[in-house]
Structure formats: structure tokens, C-alpha cells
């Protein structure tokens, strides 16, 4: 090994470009920004859905719908996630409390109780709301409906 075959691992380093550092670096001048417009000048960053000067896409398209600022989101939970829930934790009664606790909703939830599914065992539910096929599906299996 002599001092003169010495080199850095292959990838180690990389050449970086030394822009603005005068004429005789060959990145002189207008560091390799170009001659005009605003991407040669300092400060510049393009504007989210800038397309050149060309109409935005998200200006060029109509809006349309209506949003009712007065909508209530509920959280739907089926009578079969129901008669889960009782079987594997062997509970009568189901709150939102219990939804909370076992990882269904947020505390902040809504519940509304949908009827897809069976229910065959006698249940005490108590959510926001239910559906007409849920409420004839707990009643069905003499349980009971409590409406918050």
C-alpha cells in the first residue's frame, strides 16, 4: 500500500456541486439557476397545484353537492357483532361504555345498532339509535332496547 493508491471506498463519497463560488468553477455566475423568472431567484417554492400558469385543476373543475353542516355521524354496529361481543365476554347487558372497553367505538362515538346478522341470545342494548330490522331482531330474542 503507498500514499498515492489510496482512495475512499467506492460509494463512500460523492462530488458535490459547489454552485455560486465564482467564474473559474465553471458554477459561477448564475449558479446553474439559468438567466430569468422566478425560479433563478432566492425564496423561490412552487405553490401546491402549480401547473406553470396553466388553470389549477382544482380551479378548473366545478364544485357540486351540498354538505349539511347539521349531519349526525353514527358509528355502525351490527346485531352479529352484538352477539359476539355477549358470547365471547358473556355479557346481558351492552353500553356504550362496554363498546368503548372493548375496543369498538371512541368515547366520542355515536352508535347506531344495524340488523345484519342473528341474535339469538336475550340482550339488554343501549345506543343512540337502531335500525327497524335491529330492534325486531333483539325483541325477537326477548331482549330489550334503550334508546340514549
Known amino acids: 500500500m503507498k500514499l498515492n493508491t489510496l482512495k475512499p471506498a467506492a460509494g463512500s463519497t460523492k462530488r458535490n456541486k459547489r454552485v455560486g463560488r465564482g467564474e473559474g468553477s465553471g458554477h459561477g455566475g448564475t449558479a446553474t439557476r439559468g438567466m430569468n423568472g422566478a425560479k433563478s431567484r432566492s425564496g423561490y417554492s412552487k405553490k401546491l397545484g402549480f401547473e406553470g400558469g396553466q388553470m389549477p385543476i382544482q380551479r378548473r373543475l366545478p364544485k357540486f353537492g351540498f354538505i349539511n353542516p347539521n349531519r349526525v355521524e353514527y358509528k355502525p354496529i351490527n346485531v ?69
Open 80 to 148: 352479529s357483532t352484538l352477539q359476539e361481543l355477549a358470547t365471547k365476554k358473556n355479557l346481558e347487558v351492552i353500553t356504550i361504555d362496554t363498546l368503548v372497553e372493548n375496543g369498538l367505538i371512541s368515547g366520542k362515538d355515536l352508535v347506531k345498532i344495524l340488523g345484519n346478522g342473528e341474535i339469538t341470545i336475550k340482550l339488554d342494548v343501549t345506543a343512540n339509535a337502531f335500525s327497524k330490522s335491529a330492534i325486531a331482531k333483539i325483541e325477537a330474542a326477548q331482549g330489550t332496547i334503550t334508546i340514549i
